[in-house]
């Protein structure tokens, strides 16, 4: 995030937006987890095969995808718009929001719906919002992390504008993210849960580097570590160069050390280590770092409230046979 958090391996997951001027339930009564049963009945497992192939051949593809996901839900709801790319350059991808995004995420996207269209049950018959969906679940669940079903039935948006993109920054305390989170008609609890993205992906150093040295709850020995990997002092690498995983203990499995990181001062970003920091969410941090099953049966759930947000239906969206561009 930057003004939003520019996340390299990308969130982890990490408004008010123009999400929040959606009704977040507004269409869900049409997504159901058997929508495509009679229209695409491999989709499940095309979109697994596919996603596996795109980890195969990055070890950023995961997290990427679901950070994607995510600046997707939170901006015009999930509705694929942050795949839009408009000729004169005005689209959500190319905001400074968006610009931690990275290629890989929008690869595995790409990827997959290809490998769906490739089926002639299913050509041009499943939206790029559900093909989103069903991967941001499949980097997850491949990645270590909890298998869940997938809501679906989305229609894609037709309209990408970069004026639309607001995100939370890596400085947010708890009371700026959970307004955010709230415009999205997400809990705290909801909000604590997806945070746990930040389990794989790594972050600039730009994004971090102002606490080195300067924030007392970072851990010393992990201040000394992200000291030696941006240079001293609030100015170094000013390009960005640099860069740290969120969670240095298992940066590439979907685990529950997210939480034990941020018990012991070594939470990346301001807005990672506030979750603990303050004592209105470290319960729930001290819950997630003990179990990992109720964090996954948590993260699961709020993935599920999140996809939900701003959905399209056929009368305000469409099915794009091109993910990039609107029919």
């Known amino acids: 995030m930057a003004a939003s958090l520019r996340i390299l391996a990308g969130l ?17 009564g049409q997504l159901t987890t058997d929508y495509y049963a009679g ?9 697994r095969s596919s996603v596996r192939q795109s980890m195969a051949a990055s070890p950023i593809a995961a997290p990427a995808t679901l950070r994607l996901f995510f600046h997707d839900c939170a901006v015009r709801g999930c509705d694929a718009s942050v795949m ?16 931690s995004l990275k290629p890989e995420g929008f690869t595995t996207v790409l990827n997959a719906k290809a490998a769906v269209d490739s089926d002639p049950r299913c050509r041009y018959k ?23 079903q997938v809501e679906l039935g989305r229609h894609d948006g037709r309209v990408s504008t970069r004026d639309n993109v607001v995100l939370p920054h890596a400085s947010f305390n708890l009371h ?3 307004a955010f989170f709230t415009g999205l008609g997400l809990s705290q609890t909801d909000m604590i849960a997806l945070s746990g993205g930040h389990t794989f992906g790594a972050a600039d150093c730009r994004f971090f580097q102002y606490r080195v040295g300067a924030d007392p709850s970072m851990d010393a020995a992990f201040a000394s570590e992200l000291r030696n990997t941006c240079g001293a002092g609030a100015g170094a690498n000013p390009s960005g160069g640099g860069f740290a995983f969120l969670d240095g203990a298992t940066p590439a499995t979907f685990d ?15 807005s990672d280590q506030a979750l603990h920091a303050d ?8 819950y997630y770092a003990g179990s990992q099953s ?6 699961a759930a709020a993935m599920t409230r999140l996809g939900r947000v701003g959905v399209k239906s056929a009368a305000t969206g469409e099915i794009r046979r091109d993910c990039r561009f609107p029919n």
């Open 12 to 28: 982890a997951f990490l408004a008010v937006t123009s999400a929040a001027l959606l009704s977040p339930f507004a269409v869900v």
């Open 39 to 47: 229209i695409c009945p491999n989709l499940e497992t095309i979109v």
């Open 84 to 99: 839009i790319v408009n000729s004169n350059g005005d689209d959500e991808w190319r905001s400074s929001d968006n610009q």
């Open 126 to 148: 499943v939206s790029c919002a559900d093909i989103l969906a069903l991967a941001a679940r499949e980097s997850v669940y491949q990645s270590g992390g909890p298998y869940y």
């Open 176 to 178: 700026q993210l959970n």
């Open 256 to 270: 529950n050390a997210y939480y034990q990181n941020l018990q012991r001062g070594r939470g990346l970003l301001g």
């Open 279 to 286: 004592q209105r969410s470290r319960g729930t941090v001290d």
């Open 294 to 299: 109720a964090f996954f049966s948590d993260f």
